[in-house]
């Protein structure tokens, strides 16, 4: 059975690392819904957080192949009930919007958005939150003149420790002998 899962990655920064993991999704026909990179909580680590809709095997295989990779110090997958989650949007609206439609204001307020920026020529509404509700803000803003939208990919921790640190320790002790 499909379902969604967040497949996190731990990497070194490498160049070319983002090209080759995509290709594994590539080369097994996966869609990616959504994906991002940062910085992670330990220096110089960086984590990919990625987001498929397959069967448990299929991910299984998939995160397998990804730490095949010799960057990649180690990769987890959770389910989304094993995960807390989250994701950003930006909407730039025409500033008449705001002063001629003044309902507007109560669809931000209602959906517990904020503005972040305000001139003559528009104004920039921020949202955080399940992707279902950063949607339903784009199809009551849509309306207005909505001229700019953009949605970050997913950003999760999980509910349980993935114990990177001491993974990462392990290493260093090993590559020390």
Known sequence: MKKNYTISIYTENSVGLLNRISA?????????????????????????????????????????????????????????????????????????????????????????AKIVTVNTEFFVIEKTGFRHETEQLYKDLAPYGLLQFVRSGRISVSKAPMKIKELLKQLKKYSNE
């Open 24 to 112: 594994i999704f590539q080369k097994r026909h996966i869609n990616i819904i959504s994906i991002t990179s940062s910085a992670s909580e330990i220096k110089n680590v960086s984590r990919f957080v990625i987001v498929v809709n397959l069967s448990k095997e299929v991910v299984k295989k998939v995160v397998h192949q990804i730490e095949k990779q010799i960057e990649v110090i180690k990769a987890f997958f959770h389910t989304d009930e094993e995960t807390i989650f989250q994701e950003s949007a930006l909407y730039k609206v025409a500033s008449k919007s705001l002063f001629e439609e003044r309902h507007i204001q109560n669809i931000i307020k209602n959906s517990h």
